[in-house]
């Protein structure tokens, strides 16, 4: 592990039992299945994926917000994934979390400065005295008013809101954040404004970022560094613009070229790879590839053996048979 | 994918376009909605006009509030009344104003001429019916078809629409159906009687963008195969640039400019439409990590509208006369409209 890594999450494994009745047999969800990364320090981390490829997951298990099944998450020296009780509630301020839906996220019923003061009183940062005013001051530097401390939630735009969660979440002064999906439910003009914020909020504390989201020009915007996850596993991990200039997987490739171009020139181009279908079953795992039943270029053993995740360039991992040791992609690049 | 849809000995494609006049399918001329709410009226769409031609896609676009969805259901007569009222202008289809009809001669349209998908699938279908009911009551209810005859016309949208083992799934439920192939289903449902205009409300902001690409290729697709004119709200430009002939961007309940999409996306005159097409990320306009521009503000309150443009306490460009005077509209070359007071030179 280098120095200057702040997260590192090794081997980790979350599923989730269903069915299972008297009769029927149980079954399991490998929602989660042996995902490794490190995280620099006052870096991001991007994971992108369809709904369904347990990219959520993997930042609810970072947080312990979802019982692990095995696998290591190391914050510092920390190994979060050990701790229980108390011992994991002190460590908490270190790492917090801002979610999708602001209006889902703040209690209806409490001001939006006590929303913050409660996380100051909980975990007990600084002196009682002084709390009230760390709360102003959280207020300010994400961009809220003064005067809006004594408001409820239903009276903020859905940006606002989310300016309220981001300031909760920074109230412990945490090195840590992990953010899924937090500016989807935004307008775009909104979100702008939140990845603005999220960025200079960074800068200005050292903060690192855990960032889940679907959404491919915010990942390519915000994220050092990315991993593209499928049904579980990361099929392709790289630095930014590695992976978004030269993706080798063809799920990545797929992604790319579903995403709208804003080039009406640029419509029904050749090198579009289209996928059919939907992912199948987090249940009935195929054998081999999660992909082979949706890839276009999948061989035999494809289909029989599963594809480990290998560097094939400097940083850039890549599970798939058909991208060579040297980093080549082995099927036909569309033109 | 080639269905062809009547069993008739001749088997033509149900689906090609049935007659051909030039001109706008539809007209939208002067519209104008009001909402009562406890804190006042709130007017929601201020003289909206607009035209929708035989094979085109015209992309509406905006933000959460800008009376694009309003428009929509304003065409297809489902505001609800009260505490919603249409105040002012018509909607011509087919030389008729919409606005003027009962709503007996209404329910002959709606779903069967003109129909419309919503943006959320899974609540825009019956959980109690079978998706292969539901597609064939239209069919039923608008072209008399009987029982045997609709549901065979549903097993062919549903191939249509590319959904494998038709004929087994029509007998399904939609929670038998993943999100992409619900909203499938759908724009199934909408095109069974062969609408002249489908009108299509954020259908791909539900989904994945692997599957949104799969439902625009089948929009497009069925769009000229069809010639039926779709008119696609969004909040997304990227939709816009992959989909629309032409775009309309709304604000605040008025539209500020419209034009063909090149023109709107590569030549932009309002302030506003430049700040949205700028904001996008994906666009990368600036460098990675680097400060996206930012429209400032929010939008504002629908409630209390001052005499001169709404965009004005947003706008970098802002001048004295914008504060007091609404901005006429201007057209360029092209059709290209825009309602600014940056851009007066070119008053017709």
Redesign the interface.
Known sequence: MRSDTLLSVRDLKVQFPVGGGLLGARKVVKAVDGVSFDVRRGSTFGIVG??GSGKSTAALAVMRLVKITSGNVLLGDTPISQLEGEALRRERRRFQMVFQDPYASLNPRKRAGDAILDALNLMGVGEPAGRAERALELFLQTGLRPEQLQLFPHQF?G??RQRIVLARALAARPELVVCDEPVSAL???????M??LM??LQREFGLTYLFIS?????V???CDEVAVMYLGVFVEQAP?DALFERPLHPYTR??W?????????A?GRKGRI?????PPSPIKMPPGCRFAGRCPFAEARCHTEVPLLREVLPQHHVACHRVSDAGQPEYPLPD | MSAVLHPSSSKPDLLAPEVTHAGPVLSVKGLGVEFRTRRGVARVLDNVSFELCRGQTLGVVGESGCGKSVTALAVMRLIAQPPGRITSGQVYFEGRDLLTLTEREMRQVRGNRISMIFQEPMTSLNPAYTVGDQIAEAVRLHEGLSTSASLARAVEMLEAVGIPAAAQRVHEYPHQFSGGMRQRVMIGMALACRPDVLIADEPTTALDVTVQAQIFDLIAELRERTGTAVMLITHDMGAIAEMADRVVVMYAGRIVEAGAVRDILSVPLHPYTRGLIRCAPGRRTVAPGQPLEEIPGTVPSLLERGAGCLFADRCAQVMPRCRVELPPVSTRAGGHQVACWLHQEHLA
Request: charged letters at 25%; glycine letters at 8%.
């Open positions: 369809e709904s735009s940006g606002q307008d775009v003009a909104i979100q702008a404004q990845l603005n960025l200079r679907h959404d491919l020009g915010v390519r915007h915000l930014r797929a992604l070229s579903a995403a709208p171009s804003f080039d009406p020139d419509r289209r996928l059919q279908g939907d």
